[in-house]
Nanobody, 125 residues
Framework: VQLQASGGGLVQPGGSLRLSCTVSGSTLSYDAIGWFRQPPGREREGVSCLMSSDLSTYYADFVEGRFTISRDNAKNTVYLQMNRLEPEDTAVYYC???????????????????WGKGTQVTVSS
């Protein structure tokens, strides 16, 4: 199973980006798929999670309604629409899959089974 994140870039404060995470490889049914980020000099943190069972979504408190996670099954792709970006959102963003259901709604990164390479998001004027 491979995950490929894309869509990062340089954006001004207040701007928007849409990240994509394409899943390929073996046919895989997973419990959850999530977005994570690692700001410069800081540890990786969860951003958002989408549960396969009921398509419920979860967001970190710092998102404050600015981001939306969604999925296109036909394209095997999960998106993270990010609006009203702030300099504090600068980070490398990763997508990951919890195949077995051990991540507790993506809150336990050790429970995520597959990780993609990150995509850099830089918010700066």
């Amino acid at each position: 199973v491979q995950l490929q994140a894309s869509g990062g870039g340089l954006v001004q404060p207040g701007g928007s980006l849409r990240l994509s995470c394409t899943v390929s490889g073996s046919t895989l049914s997973y419990d959850a798929i999530g977005w994570f980020r690692q700001p410069p000099g800081r540890e990786r943190e969860g951003v958002s999670c989408l549960m396969s069972s009921d398509l419920s979504t979860y967001y970190a408190d710092f998102v404050e309604g600015r981001f939306t996670i969604s999925r296109d099954n036909a394209k095997n792709t999960v998106y993270l629409q990010m609006n009203r970006l702030e300099p504090e959102d600068t980070a490398v963003y990763y997508c990951a899959i919890d195949a077995m259901g051990y991540s507790d709604y993506c809150t336990d990164t050790d429970g995520m089974d597959y990780w993609g390479k990150g995509t850099q998001v830089t918010v700066s004027s």
